[in-house]
């Protein structure tokens, strides 16, 4: 569990983030939403120790900031919005950086490894040039290492995801977004997501967060949070909402 107190983030002396309680339970993905500049990246960062941040992040009760550089690693990963990694790693080399914080066995890493390039849709990638590949192979190369950094976390871990779907075509997205219920049901991972598809959140999401202007407007579930009065407030544009056999959706 993930619990956030009088969080604060600011830069130059401007306030990005302002953040009063929030509490991430173990077996949810979150989806995080908002405009432009409205702190998504600044709570992500915050949450990872990107960013310097006042108030208390407490995580299984413990404050993030006591965690060692390695029990951290093992139980918080980020995957960026974009990779500036050039070095000529092949892609299996850059999935195999996840494994640096672990101990594993040479075949036991292999393994795990493998499995997560599976679960990422890259494993026909491994031997390719990672600076070669396209922006989404990146990406889900990148997916894959996260996922390997978490795998011997003892307690329950927290996956935080920046705009993971954002160079993905449109089967690449849903296998993406499938792969974080999964994730979260299966192995009662805590993902929070960055997401702009306000139909996929409604589609997967199991709760979703707001942010405008550095400030949280709304949490809740994504039927309830999700009203066109909302979205025209937050995003400036009022949307259709109509009703499918299973669900909501937005045009």
């Known amino acids: 569990m993930l619990e956030l107190c009088d969080l604060l983030v600011e830069a130059g002396g401007r306030r990005l983030l302002q953040l009063?309680?929030?509490t991430l339970p173990a077996g949810q993905f979150v989806a995080l939403l908002g405009p432009?500049?409205?702190?998504?990246?600044?709570?992500?960062k915050a949450i990872s120790g990107e960013a310097a941040c006042r108030g208390e992040l407490l995580?299984?009760?413990?404050?993030?900031?006591?965690?060692?550089?390695q029990e951290r690693a093992r139980h918080v990963a980020v995957l960026p919005q974009a990779s500036s990694l050039t070095f000529p790693f092949s892609a299996r080399e850059v999935v195999e950086m996840g494994l640096?914080?672990?101990s594993l066995s040479r075949q036991a890493g292999a393994d795990v490894v493998r499995a997560a390039m599976i679960d990422a849709d890259c494993l026909h990638l491994a031997a390719r040039s990672f600076p070669g590949l396209s922006g989404g192979e990146k990406?889900?190369?990148h997916l894959a290492r996260v996922l390997v950094q978490l795998v011997q976390a003892e307690k329950t871990p927290l996956l935080l995801l920046d705009e993971p779907v954002s160079a993905q075509d449109l089967g690449q997205q849903h296998n993406i977004l499938r792969l974080a219920v999964r994730l979260a049901?299966?192995?009662r991972i805590t993902v929070l997501a960055v997401l702009h598809d306000l139909n996929q959140v409604l589609r997967y999401g199991m709760r979703?967060?707001?942010?405008?202007?550095?400030?949280?407007?709304?949490?809740?579930?994504?039927?309830?949070?999700?009203t066109p009065h909302r979205i025209e407030e937050v995003w400036g544009y009022r949307p259709e909402r109509y009703t499918t056999e299973e669900r909501f959706a937005l045009l």
């Not at 432009?36 to 992500?44: D, Q």
């Not at 979703?208 to 999700?226: N, R, S, Y």
């Open 100 to 102: 640096m914080p672990l």
């Open 185 to 187: 049901q299966q192995r």
């Open 59 to 69: 995580f299984h009760g413990q404050s993030l900031r006591h965690w060692n550089t």
């Open 208 to 226: 979703c967060l707001v942010l405008a202007e550095g400030e949280l407007v709304a949490d809740g579930e994504p039927e309830a949070v999700l």
């Open 20 to 22: 009063d309680n929030l």
């Open 139 to 141: 990406q889900r190369v």
């Open 36 to 44: 432009n500049g409205a702190g998504k990246s600044s709570l992500l």
